[in-house]
Nanobody, 121 residues
Framework: QGQLVESGGGLVQAGGSLRLSCAAS????????MGWFRQAPGKEREFVAA????????YYPDSVKGRFTISRDNAKRTVYLQMNSLKPEDTAVYYC??????????????WGQGTQVTVSS
């Protein structure tokens, strides 16, 4: 199933920005749609963004649309999440994974360690 290593999280004030990275290894990265997910304390993991294998199409829930941008570099086997205008409610551990539109986050059987994002008010 390979490996996913997320990085780039940290503590930021509301209104600030962060750029997360996720390095993939052990499988054919360029053939998979990829997604970002997050899990806040006491809440279920939720979908944040997705990008098709070619990078041609992206998807976002309304909660982050216009503020977050997902991108990928297939040569580097890396997917990114640019987060702008951060809000305290964006505080969570952020994870990347292969993206399956018909699968809910709790149906995935592997997750990386994630990266913590904390937004102070």
């Amino acid at each position: 199933q390979g490996q996913l290593v997320e990085s780039g999280g940290g503590l930021v004030q509301a209104g600030g920005s962060l750029r997360l990275s996720c390095a993939a290894s052990g499988w054919t990265f360029r053939t998979y749609d990829m997604g970002w997910f997050r899990q806040a304390p006491g809440k279920e993991r939720e979908f944040v963004a997705a990008i098709t294998w070619s990078g041609g199409t992206t998807y976002y829930p309304d909660s982050v649309k216009g503020r977050f941008t997902i991108s990928r570099d297939n040569a580097k086997r890396t997917v990114y999440l640019q987060m702008n205008s951060l809000k305290p409610e964006d505080t969570a551990v952020y994870y990347c994974n292969k993206y399956y539109s018909a699968r809910s986050p709790d149906e995935y059987d592997y997750w990386g360690q994630g990266t913590q994002v904390t937004v102070s008010s």
